[in-house]
């Protein structure tokens, strides 16, 4: 009779070693699956971009986006505060310089105007009763000088007789010494005179000096309150184009508040914004080409704006030889900004692969073209075009540019048409 074996349950430590093996035989199928599959990828030709390297010209610069701007613009501000009453011209028109685009109406300026008019006036009034009281002290000195000029001469007529007269014992002593002391009266008294009139001469002179000066003064105020008053008419600054006018009849603008612009229409320039991490390379006299119309036009920067903002910085153009017939203010143009001189090179076109590689190695195609296979390179500059080829490519080579993502980083790839 037969005996029942009956089965034990494993072990925990059998069951542990069984995970194990099977973990270690699925890594190992795994591997042989990656390898396989990394070793060589099938892709379809319509699915890759393949480009060929060249033999040309390489020329470093970088894509602008420029805005076509007046080559100078004036802005229109208030220089005075006031009410619009009037407007001359609309916006858009064609202005010349001095010509009276609005008028502004303000009362303070236009009472303080009056008040100072009638000060000056006052003044001038003030000034000429001065002078008049001056020439007229000045003509009674002259006719006290005059009298006691003459009192003098009769003094020295008496006292030289007196003097004959007692020398030859014809007079007293007492009557010579009252004809001498007489005479020696009126020559100081002449010489007093005098010395008034000369002080005087000077005081008036000194007084006429302030009067003119302080009338002066006032007049200066008056002409700048007039000019203040004249500012209410607002003028072309030079001859152009009025441009973004924003007034209407009944506002009140505030002194220093932007009223408009004038745009010269003798040319124009092109704005763009260049990024800060070309700062150091952008200089004025850098030469830059847009195309319109199917043209090539030169561009020279001629400012360059060291304030960056959001990571970029601003720099200002204007056209070389001739201006595209038909520009217009506010059009856009795409620029290319020329960083550096054109040298001989071997260029490969540029591609989504540099993401996956760094730019260090590419899939290149064999001669049939059926298959591809991985090569280190070194490029160098690059332009929105091209790449700048330092080694490991050759002029006819032809290379996978599109992204190498799905290739997971196969050894080959075979190409099916």
Known sequence: MDTIIEKKPLGRKAIQRIVIALIIIIAIVSASLYTMHSAQTKVSADRVTISEVVQGTFQEYIPLTGIVMPVTTIYLDALEGGRVEQKFVED???????????RLSNTDLALSLVNQETSVYNLLTQMQISRNAAVQNTVNKLNQLADVESQLKEAKRIYDLDKHLYQEKAIGLQEFKQAENNYLYYNEKMKLSKQILEQDSVFNQQQLQQSRQSYEGSQNALNVMRKKVGDLIVRAPIDGQLTALDVEIG??????????????VNGFKVRADVDEHYISRVYNGLKAICTVAGKNYTLNITKVFAQVVSGKFQVDMQFKDSIPDGIKRGQTLQIQLILGDAIPSVLLPKGSFSQQTGGNWVY?????????????????MQ???YYQVIKGLQPGEKVITSSYESFNNASTIDIIN
Do not use: F, I, S, T
């Open 364 to 380: 290149v195609l064999n001669k049939n073209g059926n298959q591809a296979y991985k090569k280190e390179v070194q490029l160098g």
């Open 92 to 102: 858009g028109a064609m202005v010349k310089k001095g010509q009276p685009l609005l």
């Open 383 to 385: 332009n929105p075009d």
């Open 251 to 264: 506002q009140n603008k505030r002194q220093g508040e932007r009223l408009g612009q004038v745009d010269a």
